[in-house]
């Protein structure tokens, strides 16, 4: 009988499945010992403690058995998305599978999973976070680049990074994760990556017209968008306006 109530999925109606349970249950042996007690006792002398107690009892087994489960499955609910968010969360190392110069200053990785199996599928305009483990450093750099294509299906990531020099007339450094990348990651290295992540992504299922406008190397989440778009709504009205000191 309790197997049956278990299934039931309201806290509410379980706890009043099992009161009802307990009631029944209470009342009938209440009333075989009342009567065991006090043979002489009349009908209604019987029937009316043995109602009570078992409403007593009802109720007070309803709430326990009710709460219980509800806490049972707060906790399981609890748990399995705090082993969903730990997954999602997990640095997994992926490798170079290519290195692209687009241009003087920007240069693409591109990053396959190194145990070779599937690796997350983005929503477009998302970006990863990568770790570094640069010479003359202590700690892990980490940074985050927005993924720049739209594979489908998702079997890559790439991030274009531009090479960030020191401001002219300062005394600030140059960047040091992108001058690492460009100068010292190479195709096979291996780079400790944590899945796609972000909110500023476009919904690719709308009709409505889309207008993109980038600066400089803000440019790459929209490439993702763009060329979701093309692949996944080729219909879409697209107007991407971009700016650039050159035609590199």
Same mark, same amino acid.
């Given at each position: 009988?309790?197997?049956?109530?278990?299934?039931?999925?309201?806290?509410?109606?379980?706890?009043?499945?099992?009161?009802?349970?307990?009631?029944? *249950?209470?009342?009938?042996?209440? &009333? !075989?010992?009342?009567?065991?007690?006090?043979?002489?006792?009349? @009908?209604?002398?019987?029937?009316?403690?043995?109602?009570?107690?078992?409403?007593?009892?009802?109720?007070?087994?309803?709430?326990?058995? =009710?709460?219980?489960?509800?806490? #049972?499955?707060?906790?399981?609910?609890?748990?399995?998305?705090?082993?969903?968010?730990?997954?999602?969360? #997990?640095?997994?190392?992926?490798?170079?599978?290519?290195?692209?110069?687009?241009?003087?200053?920007?240069?693409?990785?591109?990053?396959?999973?190194?145990?070779? =199996?599937?690796?997350?599928?983005?929503?477009?305009?998302?970006?990863?976070? !990568?770790?570094?483990?640069?010479?003359?450093?202590?700690?892990?750099?980490?940074?985050?680049?927005?993924?720049?294509?739209?594979?489908?299906?998702?079997?890559?990531?790439?991030?274009?990074?531009?090479?960030?020099?020191?401001?002219?007339?300062? #005394?600030?450094?140059?960047?040091?994760?992108?001058?690492?990348?460009?100068?010292?990651?190479?195709?096979?290295?291996?780079?400790?990556?944590?899945?796609? !992540? =972000?909110?500023?992504?476009?919904?690719?299922?709308?009709?409505?017209? @889309?207008?993109?406008?980038?600066? =400089?190397? &803000?440019?790459?989440?929209?490439?993702?968008?763009?060329?979701?778009?093309?692949?996944?709504?080729?219909?879409?009205?697209?107007?991407? *306006?971009?700016?650039?000191?050159?035609?590199?």
């Amino acid at each position: 009988m309790l197997d049956s109530i278990e299934q039931i999925k309201s806290p509410r109606l379980r706890g009043a499945a099992a009161a009802g349970l307990a009631f029944t *249950v209470v009342t009938f042996i209440s &009333g !075989i010992v009342i009567s065991a007690v006090n043979p002489k006792a009349k @009908v209604n002398e019987v029937a009316a403690p043995s109602y009570l107690i078992g409403m007593a009892c009802g109720a007070v087994f309803g709430l326990a058995y =009710g709460k219980k489960r509800s806490d #049972d499955s707060t906790q399981d609910r609890n748990k399995t998305q705090a082993n969903n968010g730990k997954a999602k969360q #997990d640095w997994r190392n992926f490798v170079v599978d290519r290195k692209v110069q687009e241009s003087e200053e920007i240069t693409s990785l591109y990053l396959k999973s190194e145990d070779k =199996g599937n690796i997350p599928q983005f929503e477009a305009g998302q970006y990863i976070t !990568i770790k570094l483990d640069a010479p003359e450093q202590k700690q892990p750099v980490i940074r985050t680049y927005s993924i720049s294509d739209y594979p489908n299906p998702c079997d890559y990531y790439r991030i274009s990074i531009k090479r960030e020099l020191a401001p002219k007339n300062t #005394d600030a450094p140059t960047g040091l994760a992108s001058n690492f990348m460009h100068d010292h990651i190479q195709t096979g290295a291996v780079i400790a990556i944590k899945p796609p !992540i =972000g909110q500023f992504i476009l919904d690719k299922e709308k009709s409505l017209p @889309v207008v993109l406008v980038s600066n =400089g190397i &803000g440019v790459t989440p929209f490439m993702s968008m763009v060329k979701a778009c093309s692949r996944l709504n080729s219909k879409r009205t697209i107007c991407f *306006v971009h700016g650039a000191r050159n035609g590199q």
